[in-house]
């Protein structure tokens, strides 16, 4: 009987120690997953990144990613006696226009970050990519016995992900793939446009609840949430 239950306690406790504490910009994703990764390796995991596996290994797979070769990457696996977390991430921000932190230092030097973070917009395909991230686990989960659980976190600048859009912007994608705090029931997400080969339909399992914590880095308002999958 493998004890899943106090690693992903233990992992997500982890988690929003690192998300709640930190005190630097995350300049991308890819920036967020090396230092959650050392972070995790340091409170005494086993830490994998770019986790490995082959998409034959998971039915419906390919109908959720049909244009992916036949390898899957998962951001970054945790594990101990036996058990796994896979956990995946999402990093989407807009531009910072505060030039007045001065704490940011580039080579010893205080620097501007307004042209480094810059605006990614598309929010809807942001929410799209959230929510089939919780799919991708959910096929994981099923397949592999020792997988219990897995996280999925979002982390943001970007308010247009945390607040309800005016009523006269609601749309069906919107809708479908809301990210504002509540439970969200819709079990089967469709996406609007006529690009399903980039958007295919997909069914997640269950209803989740979304919380957002919000945490300030460096004097810059961000977002956060994590789901439990």
Not at 122 to 144: P, S, T
């Amino acid at each position: 009987q493998f004890d899943t239950m106090a690693l992903i306690h233990n992992v997500w406790s982890d988690i929003e120690g690192f998300l709640n504490n930190n005190t630097s910009i995350f300049f991308n994703e890819r920036d967020l997953q090396m230092h959650l990764a050392v972070f995790l390796k340091q409170q005494n995991y086993d830490v994998d990144v770019e986790y490995r596996i082959t998409k034959k290994n998971l039915t419906k797979y390919g109908a959720l990613y049909p244009w992916d070769e036949n390898v899957i990457s998962i951001d970054i696996v945790v594990s101990q006696d036996g058990v796994y977390v896979p956990i995946e991430l999402k990093f989407k921000t807009r531009m910072i226009k505060n030039d007045s932190i001065s704490t940011f230092l580039r080579f010893g030097e205080a620097t501007s970050l307004s042209d480094i973070v810059r605006n990614q917009s598309a929010q809807d395909l942001g929410r799209y990519g959230f929510w089939k991230d919780v799919k991708r686990l959910e096929l994981i989960k099923d397949r592999f016995k020792r997988v219990d659980n897995g996280i999925v976190i979002f982390l943001t600048n970007d308010d247009n992900y945390v607040m309800c859009p005016k009523a006269m912007s609601v749309s069906y994608n919107y809708e479908q793939f809301s990210m504002t705090s509540g439970l969200k029931k819709h079990l089967t997400r469709h996406w609007s446009k006529s690009i399903p080969k980039s958007c295919p339909d997909f069914e997640i399992n269950k209803t989740y609840d979304i919380y957002w914590e919000k945490p300030m880095y460096l004097g810059e308002q961000f977002y956060y949430c994590m789901l439990k999958v």
